[in-house]
C-alpha cells in the first residue's frame, strides 16, 4: 500500500514461490503425475483408464466440495463417510417405491443430519469437530440399523446411473462436474457464499456486521450433508449393493485431503473449489499410479501423507508472510 | 519488601515500559494506575514473571531476583489474582486452593482430608461457606474470585498483587475482599492493586503510582492526592494547562434540531452498566466520557445490541428497537464501529470491496444472487468519498493502513444509509493524517444529520469533537456537559467528582 515495489521484490525467492505453490501447486503435481503416468505406465492414454479413474474420483469430489463449505466456514465435517452410509441404507430400503423417492429419503437423510450438526454448532455452541464427530458416530449407528449387513441393488436406474453415459461422459462424473460449477457459482456470486467467507475470516467482525451466522453455518452443514449422500448414492450404484458397514469409511479424512490440498487454509475464509477438484484428482492419480505398478497400499498411505505435508508447509509458509 | 528500578519492556513497535521505578513497602496497599496503554498490565507481567524486563532490575526483600517463569515469581513470594479467574474450573475447589502444593500423606498420594479440612478453614477466614468438593464452577464468578484470593493469600505470598480484583464483584463481596485485604496489611503483607474506581482506591490504598505511556508520572501518598490531580495525571492533562480550553478545536456546534433519533433509556447490564440514558438528535455528535472501565464501549454495544441488556429500552426516532440483537439494531439504522478494529471491525482475508458491501449485501443481490454491478457503484462512491487509499478495490483489507481499515468500517456502514452511528475509538492506532481526516468525516456526516454517538481516550477529541458529552463512572452516568461547560476541566472534574456528590461546581 504505501511502500511501494521495493519490499516485495527482495523477498521474491522465498515469499513468492510457496504463494504460488500454494496456489497453483496442485495443479503443478496433477500435471506432474499425468506426465510421468504417460512416459512410464503402459495403457495409461486409453478411454477406459481415464473412465475408471473419473468414475472413482466422482464421490470423493462430492464430498470433497461439502466439505470445503465447511472448513471455508472454519469448522469441519467429520459426519460425511457416515452420511455416505446412512445414505446408502436409505436408498435400499426406499428402492421398492422407485428410485426416485429413495433418492430424496437419502438426501433428506444427509440434509437431517446436516441439520442435526448445524444446530449444534449454531445455537448450543458445539465446536464443530465435535458436533460432527457425534454425528458421525450417530449417522453409521443408525445406517446399521436400517440396513445391518450388505445388500445388492438391483434397479434398472441406479444401474443405469453407475454405467452409463451421456455423450460419453459417465453420469457420476457428469453430477460430480455440475455439482462443482453449482458450488463454485454459490461461493463466487451468491450473498450467501460471502457471508459464509465472512463468517469463516472473523466470526466476530460477521456477527458485529449483522450478518445471519446461525442461518448461514446451518445452512453450510444441511450442503455438506446432502452432497454426501448424494457421494452415497453414486457410490451405490457404482458398486450396485448397499454396504453400510464399509461404505465411506475414512472419507471424512480423504475428503479433508483433497480440501486441504487444494490450497483451502484450514483456518477458514477462503474456499478454492478448482483447486479442491485439482486435489481429489490428484490423490486419485497417486493412488491408481502406485497400484498401477504394483506398489503395496501402505505406499499410497505414505504418499498421501507426503503430498499433506507438503501442502500445509505451503500454507503456513504463506500465513507466515 | 519490593522495589523496581529503571524496569524497560518493549515490544516489537512499542515501548511499553521506559525506565519504571516502584516500590512497595510491607503492610502498603499500593494503587497502581494508568488508562489504556500506560503500562500497568506489562509492568503486573514483568512482576508475575510472563515477560522478562529488557532493562531495570527487581529486589525482593533485598535480594535481586529474576523470574523465569510464573511459578518462580510464585515461590518467590509474588502472588497474583488476575481480572479473569484463572483457575481450573472442573476441579473441586480445595484442589484449587492447594493445585500445586496439595499435602501428602504416606505413598506420596494426596491426603484429601486434610486438604478439604484446610481449605474449608481458608475460605471461612474470608467469609465464604461452600463445600469445598464441589466443583469451582459450580461457584458464581464472586465466590471463584475469592478462592483465586485465597489461593493467593494461602501461598506464603510477601506481595500479593491484584488486577481489578472488583470488577466482576457484587459491592457485598467488595466489602469482603476490601477486609481480607486489611487483614493481609496486618500480617504485613504487600499489596498492589489495581483499578479504575477512585473511589475504591481512595478507600484501601496508601500510596499510588501513576503510569502513563510506559513511564511512571507520580508516586505518593494517595490521601495527600485530589481526585482531580489524580485524573489528570492519569489522563496527561494539567489543570493551568486545561483551562479555559474550550471546544471548537475542529469544528465545534453542529446545527441540531427536533426530536431525538436515539433515545436509549435504564439500559443496565449486569457488573457494567447500570440505568445509563442518553439520546441523540440528528446532526448532534454527543461524546462518551469517562475512565477506563467506566462503561462507554459497554454502553455503545448494548445500545448496538452487541452486549444484551438486562434491562432498558432502545428507541430510534420514537420506535423501539428490540436489544440483543446485532441484526435488529442495523435495521433500526445503528451502526457501531467497534472498538478492536482488527478483531470485530474488518474482515482481514475479504478485499475492500467486500467487506463495504458485507452488511449490505442482501440489499444488493436479487434472488439471492451478488449484483456486482451495483456493488462496483456503491464501492466506488464511498472509496471515493471517504478517500480510501487502496491499490484497487479487490486488495485485501488487512493489507491497508490502519486509517484505512477504519474508512472501510466506515463505508461498510454508510452504505447501510444508518441514522445512528456509535464510534468507538475511531481514531485509535491510525496516524495523525488519518485521524484529521476521520475526524473531518464525523463532523461531515453529523452535518448531513447522522446521530453520532463518539467515544475516545483522547481528551482532546472528545472535547473538541463533542457537541455535548454524557460522562460515566462506574457504569452510571454522573454528568452531562452542554453547550460553554463542554471543557476539559469540567469533564475531568465530572470524572473526578465523589461518589453521590454529582458533578462539582
Known sequence: MTEPAAPRRVPWDRARTPAFLQGYGVYAGVAVLLLANVLLTPHFLSAENFRTQAVQVAPVLVVALGMALAIGAEGVDLSVGSVMALSTSLLSLYLGYGPWIALIAAVVGGAAVGLANGSLIAFVGVQPIVATLALMVAGRGLALVLLPQLRDVRDPGMAALGSQDLLGVPHPVLIAAVLALAVGFTVRRTTFGRQLLAIGDSRPAARLAGLPVRRVLIVVYICSGVLAAIAGVLATARLQASDPTSLGTLMELSAITAVVVGGTPLSGGRIRIGGTVAGAVLIQLLTATLIKHDLPPSWTQIAQAVVIVLAVHAARERGKR | ?505
Open chain 2, 1 to 505: 519488601m519490593l522495589s523496581v528500578t529503571g524496569l524497560s519492556k518493549s515490544f516489537p513497535g512499542a515501548r511499553a515500559l521506559d525506565g519504571v521505578d516502584l516500590a512497595v513497602r510491607p503492610a502498603e496497599v499500593h494503587a497502581l494506575v494508568g488508562e489504556n496503554g500506560a503500562g500497568k498490565s506489562t509492568l503486573i507481567k514483568v512482576l508475575t514473571g510472563v515477560y522478562r524486563p529488557d532493562e531495570g532490575e527487581i529486589v525482593l526483600e533485598g535480594r535481586p531476583v529474576r523470574f523465569a517463569t510464573p511459578l518462580e515469581a510464585q515461590r518467590a513470594g509474588i502472588s497474583t489474582i488476575y481480572q479473569e479467574v484463572n483457575l481450573v474450573p472442573l476441579m473441586s475447589v480445595a484442589r484449587n486452593l492447594f493445585l500445586g502444593r496439595e499435602p501428602r500423606g504416606r505413598l506420596g498420594l494426596i491426603d484429601f482430608r486434610r486438604m478439604h479440612q484446610a481449605a474449608d478453614e481458608a475460605l471461612r477466614a474470608l467469609g465464604l461457606r461452600v463445600d469445598v468438593r464441589r466443583p469451582l464452577r459450580s461457584l458464581g464468578v464472586g465466590a471463584q474470585q475469592m478462592v483465586a484470593l485465597a489461593r493467593a493469600v494461602a501461598a506464603d505470598a510477601r506481595v500479593v498483587v491484584m488486577d481489578e480484583p472488583t470488577s466482576s464483584l457484587e459491592p457485598r463481596e467488595v466489602r469482603t475482599l476490601f477486609e481480607v485485604i486489611r487483614t493481609l496489611k496486618e500480617r504485613g503483607i504487600a499489596v498492589i492493586y489495581v483499578s479504575h474506581r477512585l473511589d475504591e482506591l481512595y478507600e484501601i490504598c496508601d500510596t499510588v503510582t501513576v503510569l502513563r505511556d510506559g513511564r511512571r508520572v507520580h508516586t505518593g501518598s494517595l490521601a495527600e492526592l485530589d481526585r482531580l490531580r489524580l485524573v489528570s495525571l492519569m489522563l496527561g492533562r494539567e489543570m493551568g494547562e486545561v483551562r479555559g480550553k474550550g471546544r471548537a478545536e475542529f469544528t465545534g456546534a453542529h446545527r441540531t434540531s427536533g426530536e431525538p433519533v436515539l433515545e436509549a433509556i435504564d439500559l443496565t447490564v449486569r457488573h457494567s452498566l447500570r440505568g445509563v440514558s442518553l439520546r441523540l438528535r440528528p446532526g448532534e455528535v454527543v461524546g462518551l466520557g469517562g475512565l477506563l472501565g467506566s462503561g462507554r464501549s459497554e454502553t455503545a454495544r448494548a445500545v448496538a445490541g452487541a452486549l444484551p441488556a438486562d434491562s432498558g429500552r432502545v428507541l430510534v426516532a420514537g420506535v423501539p428497537v428490540r436489544t440483543g440483537s446485532t441484526p435488529a439494531a442495523i435495521r433500526a439504522g445503528i451502526s457501531l464501529l467497534p472498538e478492536d478494529r482488527k478483531a470485530e471491525g474488518i474482515v482481514p482475508g475479504l478485499s475492500v470491496r467486500e467487506n463495504i458491501a458485507l452488511a449490505a449485501l442482501p440489499g444488493l443481490s436479487r434472488f439471492g444472487l451478488v449484483d456486482d454491478a451495483r456493488i462496483d457503484r456503491v464501492v466506488d462512491t464511498f472509496v471515493k468519498r471517504l478517500r480510501i487509499k487502496a491499490s484497487s478495490p479487490h486488495q485485501r483489507v488487512g493489507e491497508l493502513s490502519g486509517g484505512n481499515q477504519q474508512k472501510v468500517l466506515l463505508a461498510r456502514w454508510l452504505a447501510m444509509r444508518p441514522r445512528v452511528l456509535l464510534l468507538d475509538e475511531p481514531t485509535r492506532g491510525i496516524d495523525v493524517g488519518a485521524k484529521a481526516e476521520v475526524r473531518g468525516l464525523i463532523d461531515e456526516l453529523a452535518d448531513e444529520g447522522l446521530g453520532v454517538l463518539l467515544i475516545s481516550s483522547d481528551m482532546e477529541e472528545l472535547i473538541g469533537g463533542s457537541d455535548r458529552v454524557v460522562v460515566l463512572r462506574d457504569g452510571a452516568v454522573v454528568a452531562e456537559l452542554t453547550g460553554a461547560e463542554v471543557t476539559e476541566e469540567r469533564l475531568l472534574r465530572a470524572i473526578a467528582a465523589q461518589e453521590g456528590g454529582g458533578p462539582d461546581d
